[in-house]
């Protein structure tokens, strides 16, 4: 850069500087404080939002409501809102509270990215949940478009859980007082593992769902698969899952290492489902049984990617 045009943006920035006035520094200063002072809260923020809004996904879906606003973006007809004169009449309100719960995630991912610039930190993982939730509202249109097709309902449940397992590893990050258990390599892998074996628990369990009753409309589309046998396949999984649990632990008894605390939180976690699971699948999968695995299904996957983090590789192993 020659010494005219130097001279003339160092000019160009004396001026900038000279019309912002203290005050208005002096409460930016404030403010970038106090984002960055509850950073660590917004994420938690965050998880409870994104664990929420699984929850009423699936209210949506459990009281038929998946196309009461039958267009996207419109929920009818030019309009944002619902209206009165719909057919669809309550399911309109429900789809569109669900829709309108997005705002609240919207703002709690500008508010991480915003701390994120301002510390200087996590920038990377604020960013890819701003990307999550914009594919997500896309994700969400495609859903009401395609009418409701159990990929994209999939889809939209397994987004949320990709984006669920970014929040984990963002608040680990922040845990500076964190020490993960170091264990033998066996007990790493092992570790690795029993977290892979839940996310195929995850997925399998969409099948069932895309093959069950519950579609979210009378006229949505289904797999043409046998739900009940594919329940008992999922069942299967959880129980290979139970096992290498188990297995986990003692393995961690025999090398003389402590438990980890995110240990506990899945042992109950998947033990709590499971229950769920049979009783809902004996009991003809009454809707707010479905409700409460759907929640479950979101804490597992939870604790899961706590558990991820809880262990290292002993230093003086090499792979
Ligand atoms: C660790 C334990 C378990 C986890 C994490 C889990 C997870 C899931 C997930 C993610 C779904 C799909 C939810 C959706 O797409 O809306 C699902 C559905 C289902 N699961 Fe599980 N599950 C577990 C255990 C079980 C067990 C033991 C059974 C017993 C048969 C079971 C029966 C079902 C049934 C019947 C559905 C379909 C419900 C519907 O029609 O919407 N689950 N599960």
């Known amino acids: 850069m020659n010494f005219k045009a130097l001279f003339s943006r160092s000019e160009r920035l004396n001026s900038l500087r000279l019309r912002i006035s203290p005050g208005a520094v002096t409460l930016a200063r404030r403010a ?3 984002i960055t002072t509850y950073e660590r809260q917004a994420w938690r923020l965050f998880l409870v939002f994104q664990v929420g809004i699984v929850l009423t996904g699936g209210a949506v879906r459990l009281t038929k409501s998946g196309l009461g606003c039958p267009e996207w973006p419109d929920c009818v007809n030019g309009s944002l809102g619902p209206q009165p004169s719909q057919i669809e009449g309550v399911h309109s309100w429900i789809e569109f509270g669900n829709r309108l719960l997005t705002i609240l995630l919207v703002l709690n991912v500008a508010y991480v990215v915003i701390a994120a610039r301002i510390n200087k930190r996590h920038g990377k993982l604020a960013w890819f949940q701003l990307r999550g939730l914009i594919a997500q509202i896309v994700l969400g249109g495609i859903t009401v478009w395609t009418h409701l097709n159990p ?15 970014g ?5 680990h990050q922040m845990d500076e007082e964190y020490v993960a258990v170091n264990v033998k390599r066996e007990v790493f892998t092992l570790g690795r593992v029993v977290v892979g074996i839940t996310a195929l628990v995850l997925i399998v369990g969409t099948f069932v769902t895309g093959s069950g009753p519950h579609a979210g409309d009378d006229k949505a589309p289904r797999y043409p698969l046998d739900a009940a046998r594919l329940a008992l396949f999922h069942a299967d999984i959880v129980i290979a899952l139970v096992v290498l649990t188990i297995s986990l632990w003692l393995m961690l008894r025999v090398t003389k290492r402590p438990t980890p605390k995110a240990y506990l939180y899945f042992v109950g976690a998947i033990v709590l489902q499971g229950v769920i699971g049979y009783t809902q699948y004996f009991t003809g999968l009454p809707e707010v049984l479905v409700a409460i695995h759907l929640l479950g299904s979101a804490l597992v996957w939870t604790a899961a990617n706590f ?8 230093s003086n192993e090499t792979i």
């Open 151 to 165: 990929f994209t309902v999939a889809g939209h449940y397994l987004l949320s859980s990709i984006l669920i397992a």
């Open 167 to 171: 929040i984990v590893r963002a608040l």
């Open 307 to 314: 558990l991820y983090y809880s262990f290292e590789k002993e």
């Open 32 to 34: 970038a404080r106090l």
